[in-house]
C-alpha cells in the first residue's frame, strides 16, 4: 500500500514530466535531463538559501556554543536556557535550525529517488514497468538514448571521470566554506578531507555498473548546485 501511495504521489509525476520534457524536446533524454536538472535545483532555491542563511548564522554564533556547552556540562537545564538567550541575542529563531536539517534530508531522499528512476529509464528490463506508469498523453514516446554522441545507457568512464573532477571542485568549496564559516574542527576537517577524495573515486571505480545517464545527472546537479553556491556567497 505504502509503495503504491509513493508511486502514485511522486515516483509516477516525476517519471512522466521527464517524458513530457523529452517529448518537447526531439524525444531526446539527454536535453530532458538537463531541463529537469536545472528546473530542480531552480526549485529547491528557497530551501537551499534560507538553509545557506540559517548555517553562516550558527556557525558566528558556533565559539559561544561551544563555550556554553563547556560552562553548562552536565546542567542539561542551564545549558538550554543559555543557548536560547543566545540564539534571541543574535535574532535567530531555534525552529529555524531545523531546515538545515529538512533540505539535507530531503536532497538525499531526491538522491535515492532519482537514482532509481533514471536507471530504469534506460535499462531494458524494466520496460514493462515503465510503460505501464506512463499516463495516456505520453504513451508511445520512443526515447532517443543517445545525447551528443553517447548512448545514455551504456557505461562512459569518460562522463564518470569528468563527474569525478566536477565532485572534488565541489567538495573543495564546500570544505572551503565550512573552514570558512565555522570554528575549526580538527577531526571534521580531516573527515571532510577525506570525503573530498574516497567517495568520487570510488563511485569512478563503479563507472561499469552504473549508466551514462547518472553520471550525466550527477554532473549536471554538481554544476548547478556550485553556481547556485557562488551566487549565495555574492548576496
Known amino acids: 500500500m505504502t509503495q503504491s501511495i509513493f508511486?502514485?504521489?511522486?515516483?509516477?509525476?516525476?517519471?512522466?514530466?521527464?517524458?513530457?520534457?523529452?517529448?518537447?524536446?526531439?524525444?531526446n533524454l539527454?536535453?530532458?535531463?538537463?531541463?529537469?536538472?536545472?528546473?530542480?535545483?531552480?526549485?529547491?532555491?528557497?530551501?537551499f538559501e534560507k538553509s545557506e542563511k540559517v548555517q553562516k548564522q550558527l556557525a558566528i554564533i558556533q565559539p559561544e556554543l561551544q563555550k556554553i556547552q563547556k560552562q553548562y556540562r552536565g546542567d542539561q537545564e542551564g545549558m538550554t536556557k543559555a543557548m536560547m538567550d543566545l540564539y534571541k541575542e543574535h535574532n535567530i529563531n531555534p525552529a529555524s535550525t531545523f531546515s538545515v536539517f529538512a533540505f539535507s534530508i530531503f536532497q538525499v531522499v531526491a538522491m535515492f529517488i532519482f537514482y532509481s528512476l533514471f536507471r530504469n529509464l534506460v535499462d531494458p528490463t524494466k520496460i514493462t514497468?515503465?510503460?505501464?506508469?506512463?499516463?495516456?498523453?505520453?504513451i508511445g514516446v520512443s526515447l532517443n538514448l543517445n545525447f551528443l554522441g553517447l548512448n545514455l545507457a551504456s557505461h562512459s568512464f569518460l562522463l564518470a571521470a569528468?563527474?569525478?573532477v566536477v565532485q572534488i571542485v565541489q567538495m573543495k568549496l564546500l570544505l572551503k566554506k565550512q573552514q570558512a564559516q565555522?570554528?575549526?574542527?580538527?577531526?571534521?576537517?580531516?573527515?571532510?578531507?577525506?570525503?573530498?577524495?574516497?567517495?568520487?573515486?570510488v563511485i569512478l571505480s563503479l563507472y561499469k555498473s552504473i549508466y551514462a545517464i547518472l553520471y550525466l545527472y550527477w554532473t549536471l546537479f554538481s554544476l548547478v548546485s556550485i553556481v547556485q553556491d557562488w551566487l549565495a556567497s555574492r548576496k
Open 7 to 27: 508511486s502514485l504521489a511522486i515516483y509516477q509525476p516525476i517519471l512522466n514530466f521527464i517524458v513530457f520534457l523529452a517529448h518537447i524536446c526531439n524525444n
Open 162 to 164: 569528468i563527474y569525478t
Open 182 to 201: 565555522a570554528a575549526s574542527n580538527p577531526m571534521a576537517s580531516q573527515m571532510s578531507l577525506v570525503m573530498m577524495y574516497t567517495l568520487p573515486l
Open 129 to 138: 514497468s515503465i510503460t505501464s506508469l506512463l499516463y495516456a498523453t505520453n
Open 30 to 47: 539527454g536535453l530532458a535531463v538537463i531541463i529537469f536538472t536545472v528546473l530542480f535545483r531552480l526549485l529547491l532555491w528557497p530551501l
